[in-house]
């Protein structure tokens, strides 16, 4: 979060955790939601669920200064249709606190969920680094410490003690990442997760850091993505921001600047997560596209995002309409790889084999895992799996192949099952999605088959094709 100016304290009127039961509302669409404005979204992955923790903008128009007073939770089962939890938190969670509910994320450990804040403390100095801790992703949330974790106190600390990000490595080894002003900061986390473990270093290698860091790992490769807010390619007004990325071998560095993830967005600020959810990566971020939005009423957005095969991040393709439904379900096997496929047409120079060979494909003209197209049909194409016995099948996923000549997206597609005499459509089935650069989830009542089979209808004069088509035990 940019800082502009220090905000008035509060006091102790909010001393009450707003956790009190709401109705849930849900949203769709890019900003998630426009009924109230949201800023700084930390995701998390709960089992079939992504979370979304955000603050909450409640600057009146034409006020220029972040009013924020509590942290807001929403969560969705397929990334695209999210329901709001209310306040989950906010500044009385922290009796220390006076005011200024700022970014802040949660991470799982031990059966316990930890809310890293960023929260103006009554002590000396302005922003501290809160924690508080509850027994699930909805909380309710109490005050871990009973005191900040991060403050103007703490052996080189930033220069602005914000922008909490914590990443767990596979080892069980916690890290706190920080900092705004420029100064990035990182520490190891004791188990107890309220404690350093060792000292504050400052990361190196991180080109144009301001503030925002968030920290992922991918196929053995630390990611440290951040706000950054130069005119050397990020943007070309430093009161704006973009978000750049690096990458390195060890959680602390040093670090290999990559590029830019995230070009500049709407609101000055530009603060973003990402996290992996049903075999697809997202990124989460704000930007001031709501009605009446503003520096200062910003709103939260969901895209996806897209690796290349060297482990690059393609740049991030915004968009109003949101990522297509994604859900979950079943037991997460996927049936394909053991399954025979057949077709009703392939190109000579295409393979069948794309459709079951366990390709994660980077865009929809990625050919590194093979491609299934059937040029130069036109019409409805079909491809089918079978399987020597009856298999319980529930849910599909479509990623489909675009190779920018004869072969487009199709302009519809159904799912088929063999009822023991004839092919059927599905029961139940949700929309069969076209979008491209994407696994499109298909989700049906369950049916026990052996012969399962993608109906696919091309647009006029396309043909089509298939990445990688996967299908999920119930």
């Known amino acids: 979060m940019r800082t502009r100016h220090r905000a008035v304290r509060l006091g102790a009127a909010l001393a009450l955790v707003a956790s009190a039961a709401v109705s849930p509302a849900a949203f769709a669409a890019n900003p998630i ?26 600057a009146p128009a ?47 450990r031990n059966g316990k969920y930890y809310w890293y804040t960023s929260v103006n403390g009554n002590g000396a100095g302005w922003m501290d680094i809160g924690v508080a801790v509850g027994d699930s992703p909805l ?72 503030e925002a860091p968030w920290m992922f790992k991918r196929d053995g490769l630390y990611y440290l993505m951040y706000a950054a807010n130069d005119t050397n390619g990020c943007v070309t007004d430093s ?13 602390l560095g040093p670090w290999t600047h990559r590029g830019v ?41 969901v895209d996806l995002l897209h690796f290349n095969a060297d482990g690059t991040i393609r740049k991030v393709t915004r968009t109003t309409t949101g990522p297509p439904p994604n859900p979950g379900g079943g037991s997460g096997t996927n049936l394909a790889p053991s399954a025979t496929a057949s077709t009703s047409h392939v190109s000579a120079w295409e393979s069948l084999a794309a459709l079951n060979n366990g390709g994660t494909p980077a865009h ?73 650069n994407a696994f499109n989830t298909t989700t049906f009542t369950a049916v026990s088959t052996t012969r399962l089979r993608l109906s696919i209808t091309s647009k006029p004069d396309f043909s089509t094709g298939v990445l990688e088509w996967q299908a999920f035990q119930a």
């Not at 005050?143 to 220069?159: E, F, M, Q, R, V």
């Not at 019409?379 to 016995?389: A, D, K, L, N, R």
């Open 261 to 301: 993830v995230l070009d500049r967005v709407s609101s000055t600020t530009n603060h973003a997560g990402v996290v992996e959810f049903n075999g697809q990566s997202y990124i989460v971020y704000h930007n001031a596209d709501a009605p009446g939005g503003g520096n200062f009423r910003r709103s939260v957005a």
């Open 239 to 251: 009161n704006y921001a973009c978000q750049r990325y690096a990458t390195a071998t060890n959680p």
């Open 364 to 436: 929809s003209a990625d050919r590194s895992g093979l491609a299934y197209g059937n040029w130069p049909e036109r019409g409805t194409q079909w491809v089918e799996y079978q399987w020597p016995t009856a298999k319980s099948v529930n849910r599909v996923a479509t990623y489909w192949f675009d190779d920018d000549q004869g072969i487009d997206l199709p302009a519809s597609c159904r799912v088929q099952y063999w009822n023991g005499s004839a092919y059927a459509d599905v029961p139940g089935q949700s929309a069969c999605g076209v979008a491209g």
């Open 139 to 210: 909380g309710p949330f109490r005050d871990a410490k009973g005191g900040p974790l991060i403050s103007d106190s703490t052996p080189n600390s930033s220069g602005l003690n914000i922008d909490p990000t914590v990443f767990t490595d596979d080892d069980g080894q916690a890290y706190l990442y920080w900092g705004g002003y420029w100064g990035a900061r990182a520490a190891k986390l004791k188990p107890n997760m309220v404690e350093l473990d060792g000292p504050v270093v400052t990361p190196q290698g991180l080109a144009n850091f301001w």
């Open 33 to 58: 939601v426009t009924s109230y404005y949201t800023a700084d979204p930390a995701p998390l992955v709960v089992g079939n669920t992504m979370y979304i923790y955000a603050g909450r903008d409640e």
């Open 62 to 108: 034409g006020t220029n200064n972040f009013v924020m007073r509590e942290w807001r939770v929403l969560s969705s089962t397929d990334a695209a249709t999210w329901t709001d939890h209310g306040a989950r938190a906010n500044i009385g969670t922290f009796p220390w606190s006076g005011a200024d509910a700022w970014a802040s994320e949660v991470e799982p």
